[in-house]
């Protein structure tokens, strides 16, 4: 069965970073897309950054300069590197992976999700 595995989260001070991992196991070939979504209780899921099997990024406009999204095929592991983070960035993290998604930057094409990592920024 394809799994998902986000690492990373923590509680962070304004202005620091993080990098969330994403490590992608049980597939028998790399997704065409896979993204990072971060959702605040009471609030819907919001997309924060895409990646699609040939490299092209998407980044919300919220995190764009801050945030950037890379992958490592070999290694399976989708990674979200988060700079100059702000208090609005407090979030669980989701990634995602699917195989036929029309649009790798929006969630309702992804059936594969992992557990979640949080973030806090105080």
């Known amino acids: 069965d394809v799994q998902l595995v986000e690492s990373g989260g923590g509680s962070v001070q304004a202005g620091g970073s993080l990098r969330l991992s994403c490590v992608l196991s049980?597939?028998?070939?790399?997704?065409?897309?896979m993204g990072w979504f971060r959702r605040v209780p009471g609030k819907e899921r919001e997309g924060v950054a895409s990646?699609?099997?040939?490299?092209?990024?998407t980044v919300a406009r919220s995190v764009s300069g801050r945030f950037s999204i890379s992958k490592d095929d070999a290694k399976r592991t989708l990674y979200l590197q988060m700079n100059s983070l702000k208090p609005e960035d407090t979030a669980m993290y989701y990634c995602?992976?699917?195989?036929?998604?029309?649009?790798?930057?929006?969630?309702?094409?992804?059936?594969?999700w992992g557990q979640g990592t949080q973030v806090t920024v105080s």
């Open positions: 990646i699609s099997n040939d490299g092209v990024t």
């Open positions: 049980g597939a028998t070939s790399n997704p065409f897309c």
């Open positions: 995602a992976a699917d195989w036929t998604a029309a649009d790798c930057y929006s969630g309702s094409w992804y059936n594969y």
